[in-house]
């Protein structure tokens, strides 16, 4: 049984759905909650994946009834289904509520989460939690199993599959595709997956291009999102004066990536995507007030952005909270634009910091994370 709340757990999941059926000695059955990219490798999801994926203290208030039920939901159709082995990944709100329910109701499979709560950036204390609930842990990153392991959670550091399982794009094809010439600047904009980020990002983007244009006449634009944010997203370029490419569609991502003279990128996995292809970017994020005060106040951590968090220095320019405004995100991209030394720096710092995610002994983390839960059968 395999749970996953995001876009980027939606791909982990489907990663770890194929290794599993590949390594396993005998057929494997799927149910659990997950998206497009799960759905296609055999999950019919218990509902829409995209209702957990929720982030931040005051956002998730509105939605707490419908993420209880959905617990409950979720709870009792494991039960019923009796899996020898359920993996949440990520969205810990929700993981953590769902293994809690399964220890109190006697669930006897084991429980293993995929991809650790960030307990080296805030709330510390969920390690022990973590070590009450789960048999097992996968981390994504290097430096993760001491803070589990010394509460007595069995950890295993299998590598980040966005440096090893993405495979690069094709930027000539891209601009072939949609027309748009070599000597014309492209930007990518990736506001993010959930409604809200759509909310708070795409009004901040959106004018920052129009500033843009201004300085940059010969220009175009990509917006990748999922599909099921897409229809918010293509309001805030009807009209506009430059080209603006909107799709979820997974190819055209990846090729104008490759194809981007630099990336506005909402803080997430995505960003390592584009660092993987070597583009430019800028880190931006946004939520409540609110929400920004208490996360500042419990923070543990300097940056937001994984790369800096992993080089300890500001490789990737953050734009957060109140720096997330249109005047700061054009200025701050013209900038990173104009200056080729700055993109070569960040792109050679980028690299040093990816090296770092890649797994032990030049194993696919999906084929590590699979060997560790198909080892903890019944």
């Known amino acids: 049984y395999v749970i996953a709340g995001e876009s980027s757990g939606d791909l982990l999941g489907a990663h770890l759905m194929r290794a599993l059926k590949e390594l396993s000695p005998a057929p494997i059955r799927f149910h659990g909650v997950g998206g497009d990219k799960m759905a296609a490798v055999g999950l019919q999801s218990l509902f829409p994946f995209h209702e957990l994926s929720m982030l931040g203290f005051i956002e998730v208030l509105p939605h707490a009834l419908r993420v209880f039920a959905r617990v409950n939901l979720t709870v009792e159709d494991i039960l019923a289904k009796a899996p020898d082995v359920v993996v949440t990944i990520d969205v810990p709100g929700f993981s953590l509520r769902v293994a809690k329910k399964l220890r109190e109701e006697g669930f006897t499979g084991k429980l293993i989460h995929y991809v650790a709560p960030t307990v080296w950036a ?32 069995p950890c295993t550091f299998v590598g980040h599959p966005v440096v090893c399982e993405t495979q690069a794009g094709n930027a000539d094809a891209f601009r072939k595709k949609f027309e ?34 201004q300085r940059i006449p010969k220009l175009a634009i990509f917006v990748a999102t999922p599909k099921h944010v897409l229809p918010l997203v293509a309001p805030y370029f009807e009209g506009c004066p430059f080209r603006a490419v909107i799709t979820a569609n997974e190819e055209d991502k990846k090729n104008a990536f490759a194809a981007s003279n630099l990336a506005l990128v909402k803080s997430g996995t995505v960003a390592l995507e584009v660092a993987m292809a070597g583009a430019p970017m800028l880190v931006t994020y946004r939520v409540n007030p609110i929400s920004a005060y208490l996360l500042k106040r419990i923070s543990l951590t300097k940056y937001v952005n994984l790369i800096n968090i992993l080089s300890k220095a500001e490789i990737i320019p953050e734009l957060l909270q109140e720096r997330c405004n249109p005047e700061a995100v054009a200025q701050a991209a013209l900038t990173l634009l104009e200056s080729p030394a700055r993109q070569a720096e960040q792109k050679t710092g980028a690299a040093k910091a990816l090296d770092m995610l890649r797994p032990p002994a030049g194993e696919l983390p999906s084929r590590l994370a699979a060997k560790v839960i198909l080892g903890m059968g019944r």
């Not at 990518?188 to 500033?211: N, Q, Y």
Request: aromatic residues 10%; proline residues 9%; charged residues 20%.
């Open 180 to 213: 748009i010439a070599g000597d014309v600047t492209l930007f990518t904009l990736l506001p993010g997956s959930r409604k809200g980020e759509i909310a708070r990002h795409m009004p901040v983007f959106a004018r920052a291009m129009t500033l843009i244009a």
């Open 122 to 153: 805030y709330k510390p204390q969920r390690a022990e939690i973590c070590a009450k609930l789960f048999d097992h842990l996968l981390v994504l990153l290097p430096f993760e199993p001491p803070y589990f392991e010394k509460v007595g959670l």
